[in-house]
C-alpha cells in the first residue's frame, strides 16, 4: 500500500501542473459567469472561450491570463489532495474499521462521500479567493483579497458557496471513483488476496 505522504506529494504535483495549465480558462470562466452581476457598460462581453481568451490576451496582456493563478493553482493542489490521496485514506478506513469489502460498491460509494466532503472543506476558502481575484478590475493580491473577504463577511464568508459546491462534487466524486474501481475490477491488475482494499 501507497503510505499518505507519498499519495499526497503525487496528488499535489499533479494538481500544481493542471492547475497552472487551466488558470487561462479558469480566468475567462470566471468573467463569463460573473458577467450578469455588472451594468451594461462595465459587462466584458466574451462571446466565447477563444474570444474571452484573446479579448483578456489583448485588453490587458499575457500576464492577466493567469491572474489569481496562485489560487488556482492552489485550490487544484488541494482538489487533487482531497481526491486522490484521501480516497484511498478512506477506502482503507471504511474496510478496517467499518468492515467493509474493499470491492463493494457500497465502500467506494461511502469512501467517496467522505472524500467529498474533505474536499470542499479544504478548497472552499481558496475557491471564494480565486474567484474574487480572477474576478476583480483591478489587481489583487493574496493578501488583499484575504482582508477583504474577512471585512465584508468574517471567517463564514471564506465558505461562502460551500453547500452549492458540495452538492456539484459529491455526484462528480462518487461516479469518478465508482467508474475508476470498476475499470480497475474488471481491467486492472487486482490482487485481492494480498491486498484487500484493491488499491
Do not use: W
Amino acid at each position: 500500500l501507497i503510505p499518505l505522504y507519498q499519495r499526497t506529494i503525487a496528488a499535489a504535483l499533479s494538481g500544481a501542473a493542471g492547475g497552472l495549465v487551466g488558470a487561462p480558462a479558469d480566468v475567462v470562466n470566471v468573467r463569463m459567469q460573473n458577467d450578469i452581476k455588472f451594468p451594461d457598460d462595465l459587462k466584458r462581453n466574451y462571446r466565447n472561450a477563444i474570444h474571452g481568451l484573446y479579448s483578456v490576451y489583448k485588453r490587458e496582456g499575457f500576464n492577466a491570463l493567469f491572474k489569481g493563478s496562485s489560487m488556482a493553482i492552489s485550490r487544484a493542489v488541494l482538489v487533487s489532495i482531497g481526491q486522490l490521496a484521501m480516497y484511498d485514506t478512506y477506502k482503507d478506513l471504511c474496510i478496517h474499521y467499518l468492515s467493509m469489502k474493499g470491492d463493494e460498491i457500497k465502500t467506494h460509494v461511502v469512501a467517496s462521500i467522505f472524500t467529498s466532503i474533505t474536499c470542499t472543506a479544504m478548497t472552499q476558502p481558496l475557491d471564494v479567493l480565486k474567484t474574487r481575484m480572477m474576478n476583480s478590475s483591478r489587481a489583487l493580491t493574496a493578501t488583499t483579497a484575504i482582508v477583504d473577504v474577512f471585512n465584508q463577511a468574517g471567517p463564514l464568508g471564506f465558505f461562502k458557496g460551500f453547500e452549492c459546491a458540495l452538492l456539484r462534487l459529491v455526484p462528480h466524486t462518487v461516479l469518478v471513483f465508482i467508474f475508476y474501481e470498476q475499470l480497475r475490477i474488471n481491467f486492472g491488475n487486482l490482487k485481492s488476496s494480498k491486498n484487500p482494499s484493491g488499491v
